[in-house]
Structures are given as structure tokens and as C-alpha cells.
């Protein structure tokens, strides 16, 4: 099965509010920029993805992610995360409408296409499903098959809110990458760990922090 993956990117002067014991505030937005390209970059290199849509209206990231070659969405309600999704899946699915849709954070600079291909592959066995992020709490990525709604639920405690909207927890090992998003300087270290892309090391380069790029 072939996805179309949804991105969603808030505007960069309001991104990674959480690592500003990390970054001071004129890098934030460099951080957040970062980690969506190497996020994007990785997703349109993966075999089971079609497209990626990044739903923003940030000028600079819609330009950043139009460069990669992902369709950039307006975030037309202008009413969240969900709502976002929502809406950008409905756009994909008005030119596709068998499209098979993955929401995927735009946080995953060590993100890896063959680990992304094995969770896809995995959920593509059920109408709903979703992978929880390292910390066990949160969401990294919310899939629905053709002719299925999104129905996503992102936001405190979204493991326990997808499980309980009816879709299926991916139990999956040697995925790491997709799993670890980053919102605090300690997420962004084990980012480092794993391995990053190449935007996200030049980034972080400034923050002294010990990694290595991704292989």
C-alpha cells in the first residue's frame, strides 16, 4: 500500500516553546525548520510513501518544504493540531479519494525511510492505527486506510486517545526513529544519539550538544 503523509508545521516564531532551556529564542525557530526538512526529506524517501502534504502557513517553511518536493496545504481553520489534520486530509482525499493517510510529526529529525516503511507496512493491516512516541504518552504517527477517517486526537496523552477512538496500537521494535520526537533538550540529545539529518546537525551544531549525523 502506497500513503499519502500528512506533516503538520505551526508557525516557526511559535515552535519548540519546551527547549528554551536548550535554544535560546533566535534558534528555536532555525531548530523547528530543521526538523521538519529532515522529517519531510526522510518520509519522500521512503517506498511506501506516494506524497507528503505539509499543512502550514508559515511562508518560509511552506517555501522550505515546497523545495523538497511536498504539497504545502493552507491551514485554512486555523483552529489546531487536529483541526489541521483534519482538514489537510480532506484536501488529499478531494484529489485521491482512495488515499490511504498517515499523520506524521513534523519532529523526527532522526526519522530513517526504512523504519517509517516497516510501521506504514504495519499498519496498512488495519483501518486505523498509530504508533506511540518514545516516551509512551504521546502519538508520532496516526495512519487510516482507504475509505477511513483520520479521526485524530493529538495532544496530552494522545496514546490513550487514539486507543481509545478504536485505532490500533503498532507494537513494533527497531523503530526508533519514527518514535522519537522532539519537544525538551533530553528528546533532542537522544535525537542526536540515534542519528540526525543533515539540516538538524548544522542546527544543532550551535548548541555544543555531542551527536552524529544519520547513516
Known amino acids: 500500500m502506497q500513503w499519502t503523509v500528512v506533516v503538520p508545521l505551526k508557525a516557526l516564531a511559535r515552535a519548540k516553546s519546551r527547549l528554551s532551556d536548550t535554544a535560546a529564542d533566535a534558534l528555536r525557530p532555525r531548530l523547528a525548520l530543521a526538523f521538519a526538512q529532515d522529517t519531510v526529506a526522510a518520509a519522500l524517501a521512503c517506498a511506501a510513501v506516494r506524497d507528503v502534504a505539509v499543512v502550514t502557513d508559515d511562508p518560509l517553511a511552506g517555501d522550505e518544504m515546497a523545495a523538497l518536493g511536498a504539497r504545502v496545504v493552507p491551514d485554512e481553520p486555523a483552529g489546531g493540531l487536529n483541526a489541521a489534520l483534519t482538514h489537510a486530509a480532506a484536501v488529499v482525499r478531494r484529489t485521491g479519494p482512495g488515499a490511504a493517510v498517515a499523520a506524521l510529526n513534523a519532529d523526527l529529525p532522526a ?18 492505527a498509530f504508533l506511540p512516541d518514545a516516551a509512551g504518552i504521546g502519538t508520532t504517527l496516526l495512519a487510516a486506510g ?35 520526537d522532539v519537544d525538551t533538550g533530553d528528546d533532542l540529545r537522544a535525537a542526536l544519539t540515534l542519528g540526525v539529518g543533515p539540516r538538524t546537525a548544522a ?6 550538544i555531542p551527536g552524529r549525523p544519520r547513516g
Open 111 to 128: 526519522l530513517r525511510p526504512m523504519e517509517l516503511a516497516r510501521v506504514l507496512d504495519a499498519a496498512a493491516e488495519f483501518p486505523r
Open 146 to 180: 482507504p475509505g477511513r477517517e483520520l479521526l485524530p486526537a493529538f495532544g496530552a496523552d494522545s496514546r490513550v486517545r487514539h486507543r481509545a477512538s478504536g485505532a490500533v496500537e503498532l507494537a513494533l521494535d527497531a523503530v526508533d526513529s519514527v518514535r522519537q
Open 203 to 208: 542546527a544543532a551544531a550551535r548548541l555544543l
